[in-house]
C-alpha cells in the first residue's frame, strides 16, 4: 500500500516525464526524475547481468566514483566473436520505476561507445544498467553506481 502511495504522489507531482525534449534545458536526467524513489536494492545480484556478449566497458564515471555536473560520460563497446548490434544497446536509470534513458543518449552513440563530454545531470545518486548484444545474439549487461554533485 506504502508502494501506491509513493508511485501516485510521483505521477501526481509529474515526477515520471521521461522525455529528454521536454524540457528545454535538455537534462539528460530531469530533476524530477532524479527525486523518484531508487529501485529497491536487496543486495541480490539480479538475473540477467552477463557478459557473453561485447564487452562494455565503463570508463567514466567509475564505480562510486562522485562527479561535478555536467558529468563526462565515456563508454566502450567492445566486440568478441561478432560485430555489435547498436539497434539491442539500452540504457536505464534504476529506479523504483525504471527510466529508459537509450533515445536521450542516442547522439552520442556509436560502434565504439557512448562519449557525452556535458551530460547534464542533478546532483544525486544513480544506479544505470547498460544493456548490449552483437549480431549473433549474445547479450552483455553491466551495472555502475555513481554520485552527482
Not at 539491442?88 to 563530454?117: H, M, W
Request: aromatic share 4%; proline share 8%.
Amino acid at each position: 500500500m506504502k508502494v501506491l502511495l509513493i508511485v501516485l504522489l510521483q505521477l501526481a507531482l509529474g515526477g515520471l516525464s521521461q522525455s529528454f525534449g521536454a524540457s528545454s534545458d535538455n537534462w539528460l536526467i530531469t530533476p524530477d526524475e532524479a527525486a523518484l524513489a531508487p529501485a529497491v536494492d536487496d543486495g541480490i545480484r539480479p538475473r540477467g547481468l552477463n557478459d557473453a556478449g561485447p564487452g562494455i566497458e565503463i570508463v567514466r564515471p567509475q564505480e562510486g566514483e562522485i562527479v561535478p555536473t555536467p558529468a563526462e560520460i565515456l563508454i566502450r563497446f567492445l566486440p568478441k566473436t561478432a560485430t555489435i548490434d547498436l539497434s539491442s544497446l539500452k540504457v536505464t536509470l534504476l529506479k523504483f520505476i525504471p527510466i529508459d534513458l537509450t533515445d536521450r543518449l542516442k547522439p552520442y552513440v556509436n560502434p565504439d561507445g557512448i562519449a557525452v563530454k556535458d551530460a547534464k545531470v542533478p546532483t544525486g545518486t544513480y544506479r544505470v544498467r547498460i544493456t548490449l548484444a552483437d549480431g549473433q545474439g549474445k547479450t552483455s549487461t553491466r551495472e555502475i553506481s555513481f554520485e552527482v554533485q
